[in-house]
């Protein structure tokens, strides 16, 4: 099993969609998750922080499932611009070690 | 004010030379990173500083070794470039987790490295 491993995509929606990303981690010992977004030939830029009570901003929400071991990132409202690529990432022990899924790419059509 | 800048941008070489990619960021943090983004888009970890100590080796050929010379700086030399070395190479930094939950990164705009 991948230490990270995200939705396969692409995914295509239109615009004003709701859409959905998953990402389960392995290491039940992780402690920090984030959402990064990666723009075509661009650097990951960080989206969220994840934290455990689940967090929002604006269009976006992240939450957290310990249990599970899954987290999920939410857009609503899905623009234009919002297509890109969705990186989650786990931090694990001291956080000198992020472990990154392979990304889900989204395409959102006008 | 650029946080994270990485040189060169590009860089195209042949097969067996050495290449030097160097990695600057003006936000104060401690930890600083290098990864390799492959054709394939996956992001892996090769090595992590924290104050200038090397804390991770993510089981890399001995042909890159990293430098930092203070805690601003990362460089990454490649020896004896090999095919398959060419990708994009991001450098990324965050500052301690002292709590840990902190741990964002803030990566340079990467050096696409291209091995004919």
């Known amino acids: 099993r991948k230490e990270v491993e995200q939705d396969p995509g692409p995914f295509n929606v239109p615009e004003g969609a709701t859409v959905a990303f998953n990402c389960t981690y392995s290491n039940s010992a992780s402690q920090s998750f984030f959402w990064y977004r990666q723009d075509c030939r661009k650097e990951p830029k960080l989206l969220m922080s994840?934290?455990?009570s689940g967090n929002e901003d604006g269009r976006f929400t992240a939450q957290l499932n310990r249990a599970s071991q899954y987290i999920s990132l939410l857009i609503r409202d899905s623009k234009l611009s919002d297509s890109a690529t969705y990186l989650c990432?786990?931090?694990?022990?001291?956080?000198?070690?992020?472990?990154f899924g392979a990304g889900t790419r989204l395409f959102v059509k006008a | 004010d650029t946080a994270v800048s990485q040189t060169p941008k590009y860089l195209v070489t042949q097969m067996g030379n050495d290449k030097s990619i160097k990695c600057e960021q003006n936000l104060g943090h401690d930890t600083m990173y290098w990864y390799k983004q492959d054709s394939k888009k996956f992001l892996k970890i090769m090595f992590s500083?924290?104050?200038?100590?090397?804390?991770i080796n993510e089981t890399v050929p001995n042909r890159f070794s990293p430098k930092s010379p203070d805690k601003a700086h990362l460089n990454l030399h490649i020896n004896s470039l090999e095919l398959g070395d060419s990708a994009v190479y991001f450098c990324?930094?965050?500052?301690?987790?002292?709590?840990?939950?902190?741990?964002?990164?803030?990566f340079g705009p990467g050096t696409r490295l291209t091995v004919t």
């Open positions: 990324a930094s965050s500052q301690y987790p002292l709590s840990g939950s902190v741990g964002e990164q803030y």
């Open positions: 500083y924290n104050n200038k100590e090397l804390i």
């Open positions: 990432a786990v931090n694990d022990g001291g956080g000198f070690k992020t472990i």
């Open positions: 994840v934290y455990s």
